[in-house]
Antibody
């Protein structure tokens, strides 16, 4: 079945780096743009970044621009998020999600928790 | 950035009630509007896209309407499994933004 599975979350100190991954299955990954969306504990949803199906276009939220990098490997059906210079306010559950033609999110992973704390 | 404002922030309702949630965009977004349902500890689930199109597999008691800046999500007859938090999201322009959420609670 169509599935997204995130990994790589954990506890990291402020200023350090972490790399998240998302493994896709059950659909032709290379045909779809992909997003990262996050949710701080007890808070609402925040879009983080999007990458086009062929990685030719990438867009970021201002809150992560210059610190986070989204990438993909269509040969491995994986999506990554490299997070550098992490801050306490980056603490959240990070979801990968599949892009629809209307710039919405139709398939979501279960999420991976990132905690930035000293 | 386009701000999405949902109201109410929470609503108490009983099984069988009709529930309406509104979402207002700070600028015109045509019908680039989606609704999601999220239950505690779970990922969001797409319910409605393009303002009024029902996502495959979603019960027909859910419906969406609106265009421009004002949108509504209606649950025609609330079921026990519908108690959750609902979010709207605009897909008109970057950054993509969500409303603050509406928690539907048991009365």
């Amino acid at each position: 079945q169509v599935q997204l599975v995130e990994s790589g979350g954990g506890v990291v100190q402020p200023g350090r780096s972490l790399r998240l991954s998302c493994a896709a299955s059950g659909f032709t990954f290379s045909n779809y743009g992909m997003h990262w969306v996050r949710q701080a504990p007890g808070k609402g949803l925040e879009w983080v970044a999007v990458i086009s199906y062929d990685a030719s276009n990438k867009f970021y939220a201002d809150s992560v621009k210059g610190r986070f990098t989204i990438s993909r490997d269509n040969s491995k059906n994986t999506l990554d998020l490299q997070m550098n210079s992490l801050r306490a306010e980056d603490t959240a559950v990070y979801y990968c999600a599949r892009k629809t033609g209307n710039w919405h999110f139709d398939i979501w992973g279960r999420g991976t928790l990132v905690t930035v704390s000293s | 950035d386009i701000q999405m404002t949902q109201s109410p922030s929470s609503v108490s309702a009983s099984v069988g009630d009709r529930v309406t949630i509104t979402c207002r965009a700070s600028q015109v977004i045509s019908t680039w509007l989606a609704w999601y349902q999220q239950k505690p500890g779970k990922a969001p689930k797409l319910l409605i896209y393009a303002a009024s199109s029902l996502q495959s597999g979603v019960p027909s008691r859910f419906s969406g309407s609106g265009s421009g800046t004002d949108f509504t999500l209606t649950i025609s007859s609330l079921q026990p499994e519908d108690f959750a938090t609902y979010y709207c999201q605009q897909g008109n322009s970057f950054p993509l933004t969500f409303g603050g959420g509406t928690k539907v609670e048991i009365k």
